[in-house]
């Protein structure tokens, strides 16, 4: 599952003490393994193997560059959803052909960049950055749409900077993939993609183009999903779109399934990718006979349990039955738990012999139920609620586990907190691969914009 592992009552990432990393860095901070990485990619794509899908790592599970180019090292392509997630995927190394770029409401200069390198936001900075110019990189493999109105801001952009778009249309389904309701998305009444009549319609409007063709059909129904049981009937309701519109001219090459499978949150919580593989292969085997390649954008399946978060016990009090851990970071390091009733297994990464988890599951309290806590003004902010967990002293430090999808992206400054720093452990080689926000970087944005002209306009 992972390398992170408890040997005499040490939490071990991959051949190194948890405590060293976090005595040299200090917390909070994330901690991934390249190795289980490495191993969720390899598992993945022999899971997948017999229809060889294209692989786009959806960034924003953890879009650390160092991770990126990891991934991309691997081959993988990126699934990215906004301008910017674009500009790291390309910095990271991934050929522009195999970017699929998401995201309900891009922006014009986001499609101009995706288009056309010369219109990166990064261009100006390419020296400062040691980069190499962005001008020449080319077009992103596929855009895609979620609206008409979405195609026809694509179409109108490509044919002002005279290039081709290739792009896939997102159908809504409306299949309920039985995930949190802020993270299921492909019900009728979620804002993503367009129902089949609609699909077909602007393939039929948009058919013969000059600048934009339709190349795809996309679907993403949420996540986390435990069951291949969705996907099989999205891919039921695909099946017959790309024979209703392959009928009146559009040849559908690519089928993007979208990301969604789950992390072990709880051990044993997500079936192995074989189970997926196994109903999802032969469902989609006579498209691609015909030549269609499928393509799949996991993020949290190949992140989540290839990271952690370590955070420093500040306090511990006992209040009203309840024995609070007040710990360095919360909400402002991992909101999940706090958005999304997400329930991140805890433990402190030193316990005496015989504490040991043997599994990732909290167990009914033994004694006073804990409540894990950050520093944040918000009683919301929490990192596990009435949970079993050993006697910690001040200075002791706690692991969350499976924290490395979807923790450092929607990490916040909320309360002035700097961002956690970010290190990749590769067998006992540890590298940091982002250093902990510097109080001057929060800071100095708002003295930097003092006394701006418009500001006193509007003051009067
Ligand atoms: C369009 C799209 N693709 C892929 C993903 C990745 O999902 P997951 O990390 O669950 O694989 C998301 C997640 O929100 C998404 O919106």
New binding site residues.
């Given amino acids: 599952m992972d390398h992170f592992r408890y040997q005499y009552g040490q939490l071990y990432a991959e051949s190194v003490p948890v405590d060293a990393i976090a005595d040299a860095v200090g917390t909070p901070l994330y901690i991934y393994s390249k190795t289980t990485i490495l191993d969720h990619v390899h598992r993945l794509r022999e899971a997948f193997r017999s229809i060889d899908p294209l692989l ?1 790592y ?1 960034v ?2 953890c879009s650390n560059l160092a991770v990126l180019r990891t991934l991309v090292g691997a081959g993988l392509g990126c ?1 990215v ?1 906004s301008g910017l997630e674009l500009e790291r995927a390309w910095l990271a190394g991934c050929p522009m052909e195999k970017v699929v770029f ?2 309900v409401g891009k922006s014009d200069d986001e499609i101009r960049a995706a288009l056309d390198g010369r219109y990166s936001p990064l261009r100006d900075h390419a020296s400062e950055l040691a980069m190499p110019d962005p001008a020449g990189r080319g077009v992103v493999g596929v855009l ?1 749409a979620e609206s008409r109105s979405e195609v026809e801001r694509i179409a109108s952009i490509a044919s002002e900077l005279g290039v081709p778009a290739r792009i896939a249309i ?1 159908i809504n389904p409306d299949i309920d993939a039985g995930a949190h309701d802020h ?1 299921t ?1 492909g019900r009728s009444s979620d804002k ?1 993609g367009v129902p089949e009549s609609e699909a077909a319609a602007i393939c039929r409007d948009f058919f013969g183009h000059p600048h934009l063709r339709v190349i795809g059909l ?1 679907v ?1 129904l ?4 435990y069951s291949p049981t969705p996907y099989i009937r999205a891919i039921g309701t695909l099946t017959t779109l790309i024979d209703r519109v392959g009928a009146e001219g559009t040849r559908i090459e690519h089928l993007d399934l ?6 072990d949150y709880e051990t044993g919580q997500t079936p192995p990718f074989e189970v997926f593989a196994d109903a999802i292969c032969p469902a989609v085997r006579h498209l691609v006979d015909r030549g269609i390649r499928v393509a799949l ?8 349990n290839a990271g952690i978060l370590v955070v420093g016990v500040r306090h511990v009090k006992r209040q009203s039955g309840r024995r609070f851990v007040i710990c360095d970071a919360g909400m402002n390091a991992l909101i999940r738990p706090s958005l999304y009733g997400a329930k991140h297994f805890v433990w402190a990464t030193r316990v005496e012999a015989g504490r040991e988890p043997t599994e990732r599951r909290f167990l009914p309290p033994s004694g006073e139920p804990c409540e894990v806590v950050g520093p944040v003004c918000e009683s919301g902010d929490f990192l596990a609620r009435g949970v079993d967990l050993p006697e910690v002293r001040l200075a002791d430090r706690l692991a969350v586990f499976t924290a490395g ?2 923790g450092m992206t929607m990490a916040s400054t909320y309360n002035d907190q700097p961002l956690p720093a970010e290190v990749m452990v590769a067998g006992d080689k540890v590298t940091i691969i982002r250093e902990r926000q510097r109080p001057i970087d929060l800071i100095a944005p708002g003295i930097a914009h003092r006394g701006v002209a418009w500001q006193a306009e509007m003051a009067r």
Wanted: glycine share 22%.
């Fill in positions: 786009c959806a924003k599970a699934d959803v998401a995201g895609n997102r993270t998305t993503f996309h993403h949420g996540s986390p999903i979208g990301g969604g499978i789950g992390a954008e996991p993020g949290r399946t190949i992140m989540g999808a979807y």
